[in-house]
């Protein structure tokens, strides 16, 4: 393997949100429950994405497993790539506790994960791009590409804003005390870390990068809350 770069960004070093603090992951976990539901939001990717039994899948960012431990049921093999070693740690006592033998773990990133394996059918990417400075986004998102199969598909789910206009300040307030009321005052205090210390991006920006990366993009949700969603083929 090609030794990276001394100018490559360090993407081991956490910006924001510290997932390598082993009290948070475990925090993590309990507060996530509380206002998603893995099970659901897992069976619409694996829906949307047409995974199957015979699917090669990557879950990059894969945390405490919110999808790869569903997604396991579901397909033949899954690679759990995270750079924090406590998350995949959790991940993988959660996948003992279950049962669940087809889930290799990675700890590596978006930018140095080298996929040995055969070349996957999905990638899925929830609430991690945005760890990621915007021209290392692109990186990321050519090293995925590099990893799928001609026709594979590319889920990237995180948050990312509309143009700035004299509302975006009242709509990040908002979106601040959303947080706190859909689970507790630590999401609150993670989403301003979010806006302040991390790289969520703008929507025409993420597309712009999505498609130079190789990507066709199929559907594009700009939700509520800044919540997004690309669905995406490799071309
Ligand atoms: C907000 S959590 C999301 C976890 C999980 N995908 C989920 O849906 O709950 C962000 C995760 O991305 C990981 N992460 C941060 N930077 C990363 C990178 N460059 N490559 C891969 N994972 C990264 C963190 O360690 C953390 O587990």
Known sequence: MKPAPIWQYNEMKPCGVDYTDVEEVAAYDTMHRKFRDYTKS?????????IGSESIVIDMGAGTGAFALHASKRCRTIYAVDISAPMLEYCRQQAEMQGLSNIVFCQGGLLTYEHVGEPADAIVCVAVLHHLPDFWKMVALKRCHAMLKPGGRLGLFDIVFPPWDENS??????????????????LAQEAVIHVRDEFSTYD?????VIKRSGFRIDAAEYGDGFQTTYICTRE
């Open 204 to 208: 025409w920006i993420m597309e712009g």
């Open 42 to 50: 897992s069976e619409e990717i694996i829906r949307t994405l047409g």
């Open 169 to 186: 300040e009242a709509k990040i307030d908002n979106l601040i005390k959303a947080c706190g009321v859909m689970a507790d005052a630590r």
